[in-house]
């Protein structure tokens, strides 16, 4: 089976994550809360996936990021999601594909994906040396 590969960002702002809610037209996880992200495209690495992706979702420049961590998730494909914390970024934050996109407060992210939820509980594992 390939593998496709894609970054996923967490935008951290105090206490607080920014989590989408998958639109219902959506190939895969449709109308779940989850951490925003897309596919890695033909040769582009994941730095430059991830700042395409971010300013595609949320119509944002990240200015600091950090990788976090790589995890599986099964969906009608195997996807390899790398993850990244982003905490500093210009611009306005709007919804580009998703839904919606809404501020939760860390310790309660209502993220519904299984990968989701091990970066998260990878961020309060690590977060405080990145």
């Given amino acids: ?34 951490i925003p992200g897309g596919h890695i495209e033909g040769d582009e690495s994941q730095a430059q996936a991830l700042f395409r992706e971010v300013s595609e979702e949320l119509n944002v420049s990240p200015k600091s990021y950090k990788y976090l961590c790589s995890l599986y998730h099964p969906t009608s494909e195997l996807q390899l999601i790398h993850y990244y914390v982003v905490d500093s ?14 501020w ?18 990878e961020f309060f594992r690590v977060g405080q040396y990145l």
Wanted: hydrophobic content about 45%; aromatic content about 6%; some cysteine.
């Fill in 104 to 121: 939760y407060p860390l310790l309660s992210a209502p993220v519904s994906i299984e990968a989701d939820k091990l970066a998260l509980a």
């Fill in 1 to 34: 089976m390939k593998v496709h590969e894609c970054v996923s960002f967490m935008l951290i702002e105090y206490d607080s994550v920014l989590l989408e809610k998958r639109s219902e037209i959506r190939e895969t996880d449709v109308g779940v809360i989850n």
């Fill in 89 to 102: 970024w210009s611009g306005a934050i709007s919804a580009q594909e998703a839904e919606s996109v809404h």
